[in-house]
């Protein structure tokens, strides 16, 4: 996974989508999901959003910024 995205994320109660690193939407899975595994859950995320989807974890969205 070397391409470098554009990542953004939006939590449902939002109207702005945010710039958000790659730690940090980790971090965030993390917190919406617990401990069952974020790192494997981000990687699904990663490869969705890189596809241009647009993916929902817990309360939080996940997409690349176009």
Sequence with gaps: ???TL????QYTYEKR????SETDAVTIIKEEIGDVDPEGTWRYVRGEIEKGKTITVGECR???EK
């Design 62 to 64: 996940f997409r690349v």
């Design 1 to 3: 996974m070397s391409k």
């Design 17 to 20: 989508w945010r710039p958000t």
């Design 6 to 9: 554009k990542i953004v994320t």
